[in-house]
């Protein structure tokens, strides 16, 4: 399986230390999951500073497989890295993954994701030069404005200090959609929202770009039965406390 993947190249470090993980939950799409890695080693400035990792079901056995042989190559070691776990919610599984980062960005990526733009590591690293306390929420054009707000960030990116601030990379309530307007929502409040000018163009069913597959079908199901639209109603007040300890910290920082 791994033979369609292509070799990354090293390239010089930059000179700021920055350094992105993409944190992808994945399921049963091992073509999907080949394209992402080879748009990443495509695109990248410097695909040394750049990991990407996975959270797999422990019942996804051909993932299971493609990573497993991916593990074998030396030449993957430092790009991809994995875990198994048990079947959770979507917006649960990128906070599995933050355990294993070490990264000073973090980009929540997908599956269906492809990034398009070359050089898009740059443009994160000089975004997040220019913030002296680094609480921004970031997002790229995903080719499917269309089909939600323009403000949405469909695929958020942050600093390891938002994370901080917060104690979650994702609100762990959502078995479908939403994390992604919880995450924009709280940006909003602090007027730290960023649409920045490159491309991952999201691979969604909705957008004729993909199968309507088991992975997709499963989840619009979850979405039905666990009342997702009613629990991110619910959790308003969780969400403006939310605003108000980023607020706090950022008055803390320029003092």
């Known amino acids: 399986m791994t033979s369609a993947l292509m070799e990354p190249s090293p390239v010089p470090k930059m000179e700021k230390p920055d350094s992105v993980a ?11 999951v080949v394209r992402f890695i080879n748009s990443i080693i495509n695109t990248t400035s410097d695909i040394e500073r750049v990991c990407i990792y996975f959270y797999v079901d422990e019942d996804d056995t051909s993932s299971q497989q493609f990573f497993s042989e991916l593990e074998g190559n030396n030449r993957y070691k430092d790009l991809v890295k994995y875990k198994i776990g048990p079947r959770i ?12 980062t070490k990264e000073s960005i973090l980009y929540f990526g997908a599956d269906d ?19 002296s306390d680094n609480i921004a929420v970031a997002f790229a054009d995903d080719l499917a404005t269309f089909q939600h707000p323009e403000g949405l960030a469909t695929h958020p990116i942050f600093h390891r200090d938002w ?4 104690g979650y990379v994702s ?9 992604d307007t919880w995450l924009s929502d709280l940006a ?20 004729n ?28 007040e969780e969400r403006q406390q939310d605003i108000q300890k980023l607020k706090k910290y950022m008055r803390g920082f320029s003092k």
């Open 113 to 131: 994701l492809e990034m398009k733009t070359e050089g898009w590591d740059r443009i994160l690293y000089k975004f997040f030069a220019q913030l």
């Open 22 to 32: 993409f944190l992808v939950p994945t399921r049963n799409r091992v073509p999907g």
């Open 163 to 166: 994370v901080n601030v917060l």
């Open 89 to 100: 919610i979507l917006s649960q599984m990128v906070n599995e993954l933050y355990p294993l």
């Open 188 to 207: 909003k409040g602090v007027n730290r929202l960023f649409k920045l000018p490159f491309i991952n163009e999201h691979h969604h069913f909705s957008v």
């Open 171 to 179: 609100p762990p309530y959502f078995a479908c959609d939403y994390a």
């Open 209 to 236: 770009k993909s199968p309507y597959d088991s992975t997709y079908a499963e989840s619009r199901n979850k979405f039905v039965e666990q009342g997702v639209t009613q629990k991110y109603m619910d959790t308003e």
